[in-house]
DNA sequence: ATGAAAGCGCTAACAG
DNA sequence: CTGTTAGCGCTTTCAT
């Protein structure tokens, strides 16, 4: 047998309407606050409804309605300190709004991705989506825009979608000049182009920042101080070693996450160099542990950043403003001990 | 206007079966894989579906069929990293088994919580549900078996339901014992007791086990000692602050997570103590990051379990094993340089 | 092997 | 203000 027995049937609409003693269109509409019901009817199918520890079966109301009272959220990573933060930003409003939460990652090629594709089995059952570093060439922004379900993008700038961004070439740009002021000219950067699958523009328009900032300064770029990190602090920690192992190792490393920059900070240990003494780094999120270990970074508001997308949301869900605005965030340099002045030896 | 213009009708089970020439039964059958199916007719359904892009309508399917396909994992903060790499063990399998996943988190008071109730939105949206950290009473986890969804609770130990958890009282007991060994008399803790409106065994078994350790080792507990931590980074540092700042401060702290324990490191600078020098550490969880600061932890492996409970969800559903057996898993201690000999001064 | 038809539990016109 | 009546899109007997 299935391993699943006893299985208790639940109250259902007609149950409730019996209960009452009215239809279960009365039911449906009572519960759901609609007007034109008549307070003590109102009140008598609330009474049942609780009697019979009711709830609306999600399904069949999103069949009957179209409606599901949920939206989906579709991220690259699950686990990184960035999508973790978003995705709390995102829950706290939407809990509040009474919808839920299904959350995607992105599975395989671009092309069976979940939000693409006229009909996916993700996008049928949310009412809208929240796109989370999900890269978009111009065509398919143009399919996003065709499409029915509502969404909005985050971690990009669209101008047909709802969309919200900081300036990733900025921040990049702002900690590499941090860097040059401090009179670093060798400067490394970690980066994250290579995660298997995934596309985002992210890692690219930080390191046109990086690379613009040296440009500046009249620095010649070198291919051999760009190593990938994978975003997670292991990665971060076999580039630095790269780096610092290397023929003629960076003063100062940027790195394009702060569990990257972590993972510098280890290696720096590893190989007995001191930070800031023999190296400088920074970073790039303000994670939440980066203010313990004196990391300097570039802040982003990141769980503001889930509380806007989720907000921008509810708000097309709720007919008000379809804006398909990009909606710009700030960043700051937040100079902490990891950072300092080139030691002339 | 509502902005949701542009709604493109999909394709439905009997677009599909016009074009392939049969009923919308023989499409359903064939989509599903069924025995009873020629091949050639199977094969034009194919092809008719993917001209199409025809994907069945989830919510209708478990509507008719009383099956969701989407697994449900309930837990008390979604942003800690042990939740968030549960989460990705739970993730990698699920995506295998294509179910989908649906996050809650546990919303206000016990008794409105998703997971109870005859009758749950929550619950009539998943075939099963996983568990995290949830505390159960006796009387609770009657109700849970009673239930006719499928649960696996992850965290704690309960016989009736398949669960798995490690030995909260052990680590505890292993990392207190660490500390003794090393000289170490007064010996701080930072717990976290008091998270607004979640219970969970978690705090208490561990406080049990640090205690345990102690009087073992005929050392007095002094309330003065334990501190709560909330399980946050901010929260370790503050109650590091206090433990410090105290009039007999400790020369070890044990910390309940990784996390309140990067919040003591911070403390400790901030402080101008030098650890392990005067102050040793150890943490519990073996964070991704423990390793780049050194910390001293008790290991568990929290992806894994995520994986496992998985696993069990799904042997659960396919029929096999309903064993409401708990599954055990090992930890280690990981010594590493935030925790050393006591320095007699 | 395939089709016809009866729902799954709810919502949404349309009447009254 | 409330009841009647169609479906929503799919699965699943029961026939054939």
Redesign the interface.
């Known amino acids: 047998?299935?391993?699943?027995e006893?299985?208790?049937t639940?109250?259902s609409i007609v149950d409730v309407a019996a209960r009452a003693g009215v239809s279960v269109a009365t039911v449906s509409r009572a519960l759901r606050d609609h007007p034109h019901v008549a307070n003590a009817t109102r009140q008598r199918v609330q009474d049942a409804a609780t009697a019979l520890?009711?709830?609306?079966?999600?399904?069949?109301s999103?069949?009957a309605s179209g409606r599901?009272n949920t939206i989906g959220l579709v991220a690259p990573i699950?686990?990184s300190w960035y999508t973790?933060?978003v995705?709390?930003g995102v829950?706290e409003v939407l809990?509040e709004a009474e919808l839920?939460?299904?959350?995607?990652?992105r599975?395989g090629a671009p092309d069976n991705h979940p939000v693409f594709?006229?009909?996916?089995?993700f996008r049928?059952?949310v009412d809208g989506m929240i796109l989370v570093d999900v890269f978009f060439d111009t065509e398919r922004s143009r399919d996003l825009v065709?499409?029915?379900t509502?969404a909005v993008v985050l971690g990009e700038r669209l101008d047909q979608v709802a969309s919200l961004s900081i300036d990733n070439h900025l921040g990049a740009e702002m900690a590499t000049r941090h860097l040059l002021d401090l009179g670093h000219r060798r400067i490394g950067m970690i980066g994250g182009l290579a995660l298997p699958g995934i596309t985002s523009n992210v890692p690219e328009s930080r390191t046109a920042g990086y690379e613009s900032a040296l440009a500046a300064a009249r620095i010649r770029r070198d291919r051999a101080l760009q190593v990938d990190g994978h975003f997670?602090?292991?990665g971060g920690?076999r580039a630095a070693r790269q780096l610092l192992l290397g023929s003629q190792p960076p003063t100062a490393i940027f790195c394009m996450s702060d569990?990257m920059a972590?993972?510098v900070?280890?290696a720096a240990?590893e190989l007995g160099l001191s930070v800031p003494g023999d190296l400088s780094v920074i970073g790039f999120d303000d994670h939440?542990?980066a203010?313990?270990?004196?990391l300097s970074t570039i802040r982003q508001p990141v769980k503001e950043m889930g509380r806007i997308a989720a907000r921008l949301m509810t708000d097309?869900?709720g007919?008000?403003?379809?804006e398909a605005h990009h909606h710009p965030l700030g960043i700051a340099l937040i100079a902490r001990s990891s950072t300092a002045q080139l030691s002339v030896r």
């Open positions: 047998m299935s391993g699943r006893g299985t208790t639940h109250a520890h009711y709830v609306a079966d999600a399904n069949a999103r069949l599901s699950l686990t973790t933060e995705i709390a829950e809990q839920d939460l299904l959350i995607s990652t599975r594709g006229p009909n996916s089995s049928q059952r065709r499409t029915s509502p997670t602090i292991e920690r569990e972590f993972g900070l280890q240990r939440t542990a203010e313990a270990f004196g097309i869900l007919g008000h403003a379809a």
